[in-house]
């Protein structure tokens, strides 16, 4: 009877463990090791009660709190942290999230916009960009996934809005955007590219200046309210660079060709996928020198800069948008995506991990040819 008892108490624990590791999807791995570990377990046990009845009373203590002292490895408690509380307008926050799976996890953040997590090294990050024409104000940012909620204030800070006049030609003006195909064309474009989010993250330590340390002229900064000619307005979510035609254009970071090609509002166009949704748009090129689905490194010439498409003069017109959003491309410049903001920095992986950017971004012959190189590169 005792022993009947005993195997059906280690089968309901056997499709216990089962159970609860099929739920977090790690399938065979998990399911593996903890099944093997809880037969070996069975076979010393039953072999050890049978002989003597005697020694019953002894044994039948620690199988009761055998399986109790192995279970509760202590569940780390989820946490999210938040890179900041505060934001200006044409920046970005960071939501990292710790001990949960938030894989399949969206939410609509408070600015309206569908959001997700992209998982890194078992961790799950989130960027919330804000748009230039946001309100500033208190905003509550939360989410829920299965049991866990979310929810942090806020606040969101103003930034100067310049405003500016550009007179275009009526040749120009009737060629882009007085033409319902051309901005039509150009709506697909932008909509088809603008949510990608690659769950990898190709960049490579610090944003760069894509004209190195040419000398350019701001001419229309990130953000600027501007109205054209013929009564058209836009907000301009990009910084507007005046240089030389044919000045050569570079990667502000490494990344993937997501578009290279000609549109009839941008001129030559080209769009770097940086990863987990950042993304870096140049406009207006007189040459471009890369294909789509090109690996690029930071640094390496794309093209050259021009006055194609919706433009006055030569200029670079340099965009990076963050989930979805235009941000401040110079706020980036100089700096890495907030990944790790909030980790002790005497952390040893965290040590580790930090050494690793620096060394790929200094030695500038270290070529990536695979897709595979591209996907161990850490992040700083
Ligand atoms: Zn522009």
Redesign the pocket.
């Known amino acids: 009877m005792k022993n009947f008892r005993k195997s059906t108490i280690i089968i309901a624990l056997l499709a216990a463990l089962i159970i609860s590791s099929g739920c977090e999807g790690e399938i065979s791995p998990v399911i593996g090791s903890e099944a093997s570990l809880s037969q070996s377990e069975i076979s010393s046990e039953s072999s050890s009660s049978e002989p003597e009845s005697a020694v019953l009373p002894e044994s039948s203590e620690p199988e009761v709190s055998e399986p109790e002292t192995e279970e509760p490895e202590p569940v780390p408690e989820p946490v999210v942290h938040l890179s900041s509380n505060e934001v200006q307008k044409g920046r970005y926050i960071t939501l990292c999230a710790e001990n949960i799976d938030l894989y399949g996890c969206y939410f609509t953040d408070f600015l309206g916009y569908e959001r997700t997590f992209r998982g890194k090294n078992g961790d799950w990050y989130c960027f919330i960009p804000i748009k230039p024409s946001a309100d500033a104000g208190e905003y509550t940012l939360e989410f829920t996934f299965g049991d866990f909620t979310f929810s942090e204030k806020i606040t969101v800070t103003e930034r100067k809005t310049p405003t500016q006049y550009l007179e275009v030609s009526p040749k120009t003006l009737e060629e882009t955007l007085e033409d319902a195909a051309v901005r039509e064309a150009f709506d697909v474009f932008y909509q088809k590219y603008r949510w990608v989010n690659t769950g990898v993250a190709l960049w490579n330590g610090e944003f760069v200046l894509p004209l190195g340390d040419r000398y350019y002229k701001e001419t229309?900064k990130y953000g600027t309210f501007r109205t054209f000619s013929n009564g058209n307005t836009e907000w301009?979510n990009?910084t507007?660079m005046a240089v030389a035609g044919g000045t050569p254009i570079y990667a502000t970071n490494s990344g993937r060709i997501l578009f290279a090609g000609w549109l009839g509002l941008t001129g030559n166009t080209v769009l770097i996928d940086h990863g987990y949704g950042i993304i870096s748009w140049h406009?207006h090129m007189n040459k471009i020198d890369v294909s789509d689905g090109d690996l690029v490194e930071k640094g390496q010439k794309i093209g050259e800069v021009g006055t194609t498409g919706l433009s006055t003069g030569n200029h670079l017109?340099f965009g990076i948008s963050v989930g979805g959003i235009f941000v401040d491309p110079m706020a980036m410049i100089g700096t890495t995506p907030e990944f790790d903001f909030w980790l002790n920095p005497e952390n040893e992986e965290q040590t580790e991990t930090e050494e690793i950017p620096e060394i790929t971004v200094i030695e500038p012959e270290a070529s990536k040819e695979t897709e595979e190189d591209y996907e161990v590169v850490k992040i700083g």
């Open positions: 229309t301009h990009a507007d406009y017109h």
